[in-house]
């Protein structure tokens, strides 16, 4: 279960993707399964969420992991190579960026 906290030391990673509205649902499928197939089942993987914009041409995943050698080691694994490609090739530009949590209210 995803929890937000300063305390906590994970690696935060959010990706964003600029989609066509057109596309944004197939888009939204292919990372709901990736997730569900691939991403869950990785090593230090904790939890992911999807977000997409009223507009639907704006997603974003928000993940956490347990390290961030974790999240580096998904990326680099065979399935995900090949996902990646298909998934780039549905927006017109997705980026994952590394965080560390350094406030948190509520």
Known sequence: MSTISKDRKLQTVITTFEVNPGTCQDLLE???STCDDVISVQAGFISAALHVNDAQTRI??????????????????????????KINAMCKNFEPVMYDVVYCSG
Not at 70 to 83: N, P
Request: glycine share 0%; net charge neutral; proline share 0%.
């Open 30 to 32: 292919l990372l709901r």
């Open 60 to 85: 974003a995943n928000y993940s956490q992991w347990e390290t961030r050698e974790d999240f580096q080691a998904m990326l680099r694994s065979d399935e995900m190579v090949a996902r990646n490609r």
